[in-house]
């Protein structure tokens, strides 16, 4: 079974501070991708990558940043957090297209 | 149905009826994902079906794909409480930024005893 771990499994910031979200697969998966998950919008793509260095732009980027260290370490950083950006977030690898994306068990953000 | 701006379904049905989900997409696919998300769990797929399949079984699922009306569907026969939980759909693209889903946003099951 392909292994997707998250850390923090939950995270209390205010408004202005600095987060980071990490994110760990040992799938040797070449994709990696990061989401959020909120009430009535399912899963919106933030940022992915398809390997080490690589970051790709997903559909709601704004106040986000990501970074792809080695293959398996995918980070996300909010540098300024906002209110808005309480949510629930997903991480994913995945070795390609027509293959399955396995998530970790996610991080819950709370930002006061 | 599902897809962009429309809001969580809700489905609730008895033990033992049969359930399909709908799903209808915008941008042009070959691939469509099914998810379920168990609740405090991250989602993971359940069958994955393609343009040249127009219809793909596991167990007691079925889904179905139709390029021309931009619509999958996935059907559950005879339902039981542990299929309780949200389902997704999700149509891949691939472009030379490489490959991303993009998920509907989701029917929620609840399979009552």
């Known amino acids: 079974e392909a292994a997707v771990t998250q850390s923090p499994r939950n995270k209390v910031t205010v408004t202005g501070g600095n987060v980071t979200l990490s994110c760990r697969q040992t799938?040797?998966?070449?994709?990696m991708y990061w989401y959020r998950q909120d009430t009535g919008h399912g899963l919106r793509l933030i940022h992915y990558?398809?390997?080490?260095?690589?970051?790709q732009i997903g559909d709601v980027p704004d106040g986000y940043k990501a970074t792809r260290t080695t293959q398996e370490d995918f980070f996300l950083l909010l540098e300024l957090a906002s209110p808005s950006q309480t949510s629930l977030y997903f991480c994913?690898?995945?070795?390609?297209?027509?293959?399955?994306?396995?998530f970790g068990p996610g991080t819950r953000l709370l930002v006061l | 149905s599902q897809w962009g701006e429309e809001n969580l379904q809700a489905l609730s049905i008895q033990e033992g009826e049969d359930v399909t989900m709908n799903c209808s997409y915008k941008?042009?696919?070959?691939?469509v994902h099914w998810y379920r998300q168990d609740s405090g769990r991250g989602p993971a797929l359940i069958i994955l079906?393609?343009?040249?399949?127009r219809e793909k079984r596991s167990g007691r699922l079925r889904a179905t794909l139709d390029t021309s009306s931009q619509s999958s569907s996935l059907s559950i026969t005879a339902a039981q409480c542990e299929d309780t939980a949200v389902y997704f759909c999700?149509?891949?693209?691939?472009?030379?930024?490489?490959?991303?889903?993009?998920f509907g946003t989701g029917t929620s099951l609840l399979v009552d005893p």
């Open positions: 994913a690898s995945s070795s390609g297209d027509q293959d399955t994306q396995y």
């Open positions: 799938n040797s998966h070449n994709y």
């Open positions: 990558s398809y390997g080490a260095g690589n970051l």
């Open positions: 941008t042009y696919t070959t691939v």
């Open positions: 079906i393609r343009s040249n399949e």
């Open positions: 999700a149509t891949e693209s691939s472009s030379n930024m490489g490959y991303k889903l993009t």
